[in-house]
């Protein structure tokens, strides 16, 4: 049970290039990312809930899944995979697994080991698209959290370009197909980009994009760079304010894209993903939701006119959802940037 998109991302293992489908196929699966509590924690979901989520996903055509060691479901993420192969879904590689390098795991001797842990926990022997989450380091230890008696973050050393190195090194022993980055702004791509002896180019920036932040400045510059820009919380976000910038409004009530969305006989959800597909920027819309989980992949049979598309624009405010002030005192917070 698969849509006409069959293969919405296919990134190549090349080290200078990353061959992306035409532009309508830039629809990558539910992330399945895990809710954040007070803490910014990642709170775990009742058993099989991921499992479910992955597996009807997967049948209504998603092949993209994006995840993490650290929200906690890789387990069932895998399992649902495993599941979907042995009944004939599909083959391994109509999957593309993105996992996710966190804060506590970038001094280079625990680059491998992190990845080898995803690759445990999913069973699988390796994944497609393997990314530093965050350009941030914290003090590695027992928790993804390290915290002082002040309850103030410890950071770490952060080295991009040593810990890129690892990640070329796991790339060169079959762990993953290709390598990128998330949340990086113009300044920390370019340490990738012009590092001495570079092996394997970033494919990937993965960043916030919606039509309130439509990020033009970084999205034209990782299109130079032929990188592909993947955009999280493209339906806007939650209402937490311990992590959500409430100075946002909520995006899919503003009345330009339910209008849009009326005379396409869509949803504001639906207008808001096609948007960014039209732009070339791949979506990862979150969900657990049975009904939202069909409802997101519906947008492969409708376009936007370009008059829509330059109002939609227009729509920018320039203010991120997900600001994370919690961690903006650190050297190579992204946020301070301009782009």
């Given at each position: ?38 803490s910014f924690y990642f709170d775990k979901t009742p058993k099989g809930t991921t499992l479910e989520a992955v597996k009807l996903a997967i049948e209504v055509g998603y092949r993209h899944i994006d995840g993490a060691l650290m929200y906690f479901n890789e387990h ?129 920036n993965q960043v916030e994009c919606h039509p309130y932040f439509t990020q033009p400045k970084l999205l034209e510059y990782c299109q130079q760079n032929n990188i592909l820009v993947v955009g999280y919380s493209p339906l806007g976000t939650s209402r937490d304010a ?98």
């Open positions: 049970m698969t849509s006409t998109c069959t293969k919405e991302l296919n990134i190549s293992s090349d080290s200078g290039k990353n061959n992306v489908c035409d532009a309508k196929m830039h629809f990558i699966a539910s992330s399945l990312i895990l809710k954040q509590n007070n069932e993420v895998g399992q649902a995979i495993r599941e979907k192969i042995a009944d004939g879904t599909l083959k391994r590689e109509d999957i593309f697994y993105c996992g996710k390098l966190w804060n506590t795991f970038h001094p280079p001797e625990l680059v491998r080991a992190a990845l080898q842990q995803t690759l445990k926990t999913l069973q699988l022997d390796y994944v497609d698209l393997y990314i530093i989450e965050m350009p941030i380091a914290f003090k590695p230890g027992e928790t993804f959290f390290p915290k002082d008696e002040n309850g103030k973050c410890l950071y770490h050393e952060t080295d991009l370009c040593a810990t890129w190195e690892a990640l070329e090194a796991c790339k060169e022993a079959g762990l993953t197909k290709s390598l990128g980055v998330s949340n990086f702004n113009k300044r920390q791509l370019e340490l990738i980009l012009k590092k001495p002896g570079l092996k394997h180019r970033p494919v990937s311990s992590w959500v910038n409430l100075a946002c409004p909520p995006m899919l009530e503003d009345e330009l894209l339910v209008s849009i969305a009326h005379k396409h006989k869509k949803t504001p959800a639906q207008v808001a993903l096609r948007f960014n597909i039209q732009r070339g920027v791949a979506v990862i819309p979150k969900s657990f939701n049975p009904h939202h989980i069909k409802d997101n992949f519906q947008v492969f049979d409708f376009s936007l006119s370009d008059a829509e598309m330059k109002a939609i624009l227009g729509l920018n405010k320039n203010i991120r959802f997900v600001e994370l002030p919690m961690w903006s005192d650190h050297p190579e917070y992204p946020f301070n940037d301009s782009y």
